[in-house]
Each structure stands twice: as structure tokens, then as C-alpha cells.
Nanobody, 128 residues
Framework: QARLVEAGGGSVQAGGSLRLSCVAS?????????LAWFRQAPGKEREGVAA????????YYADSVKGRFTISRDNAKNTVFLQMNNLKSEDTAMYYC????????????????????WGQGTQVTVSR
């Protein structure tokens, strides 16, 4: 069974930066259809933050993070990253890594149902 393990969360002041990482095991990220980061704040639905197509490198971002967050992957390390700059208090949430290792392609990147593997999450807290 594939696993995704996130790291890099923490507490930071507004305007600061964090870099999240997600290490995959058993399955190779290069064979996935999509890799993504989602987040969920208390009382809110889980929302897609960013996604990357491992083969080709196309990226997708939520409007709220465009220009501040960057998703990338290192196939040799089987790891996907989320660089978060100019953090705002509204970015406070639990951040989850997700991968689509299904046989079906063409899923919507921001739809959580597209992904069949999830990490346990890492907390990001941004104070004013």
C-alpha cells in the first residue's frame, strides 16, 4: 500500500514562508496522473491548493495562492513540495498531500475525489 508522508508545517508570522514536503513510498510519483496539495481549515471544506502533472510538469493553482505558492516535484527523491511565500492568516489550515495513482486519467485537479491516496496532514498556522 502506497504511503504519503508530509512534513514542514509549523507556525509563522504573516509575510513569512514555509516549504512543505511529501515523500511517497511504494509507488513512484512519476507514474501518478496528478499530485496535489489540499488544505482544510476548521469548519471549512477541504480545498485544492495546487497540483502538478508529474509527466510534463503542468501546474495548477487556486486563485487565492497564485503568485505566492509554488508546487514542484523531485522524481529522484519521490517527493513533491509546496513552497509557500508571503503567508497570510487565511492560509492557516491542515495541509494534505494527495496522489492519483488510479488507472483513470482526466480527473479535475481541485476535486478531492480525483485522488486515491492521501497523507496524514501537516499543520500550518499563520499569525497576524
Amino acid at each position: 500500500q502506497a504511503r504519503l508522508v508530509e512534513a514542514g508545517g509549523g507556525s509563522v508570522q504573516a509575510g513569512g514562508s514555509l516549504r512543505l514536503s511529501c515523500v511517497a513510498s511504494v509507488y513512484y510519483i512519476g507514474n501518478s496522473n496528478l499530485l496535489a496539495w489540499f488544505r482544510q481549515a476548521p469548519g471549512k471544506e477541504r480545498e485544492g491548493v495546487a497540483a502538478i502533472v508529474p509527466r510534463g510538469g503542468s501546474t495548477y493553482y487556486a486563485d487565492s495562492v497564485k503568485g505566492r505558492f509554488t508546487i514542484s516535484r523531485d522524481n529522484a527523491k519521490n517527493t513533491v513540495f509546496l513552497q509557500m511565500n508571503n503567508l497570510k492568516s487565511e492560509d492557516t489550515a491542515m495541509y494534505y498531500c494527495a496522489a492519483d495513482w488510479s488507472s483513470a486519467e482526466g480527473g479535475t485537479w481541485s476535486n478531492s475525489k480525483t485522488y486515491n491516496y492521501w497523507g496524514q496532514g501537516t499543520q500550518v498556522t499563520v499569525s497576524r
